[in-house]
Nanobody
């Protein structure tokens, strides 16, 4: 069955770094646009970054530009999010999403907490 499993979340001090990973299985990973979303307490889920099927195209939320980098490895069916210069406002549950022609899959999320 389809699975998206995030890992790498945790507690980090402001200014620190974390690397999130999402391992995909059960679908043809390379044909899906992959994205990271996040949802803070009392906030709506928001797009953080996305990457094209081949990995050559990326886009980022203004709030994370220059600090976060999304990447993917189609041979390993993984997508990653390198997060640097973390701020307290980055605290949220981070979700991995796969999208292809209206079909979407979501992971269960991983908690990132940034202490100020």
């Amino acid at each position: 069955q389809v699975q998206l499993v995030e890992s790498g979340g945790g507690l980090v001090q402001s200014g620190g770094s974390l690397r999130l990973s999402c391992a995909a299985s059960g679908f043809t990973f390379s044909t899906y646009v992959m994205s990271w979303y996040r949802q803070g307490v009392g906030k709506e889920r928001e797009l953080v970054a996305s990457i094209s099927r081949g990995g050559t195209g990326t886009n980022y939320a203004d709030s994370v530009k220059g600090r976060f980098t999304i990447s993917r490895d189609n041979a390993k069916n993984t997508v990653s999010l390198q997060m640097n210069s973390l701020k307290a406002e980055d605290t949220a549950v981070y979700y991995c999403k796969a999208l292809n022609q209206g079909v979407e899959y979501w992971g269960q999320g991983t908690q990132v907490t940034v202490s100020s």
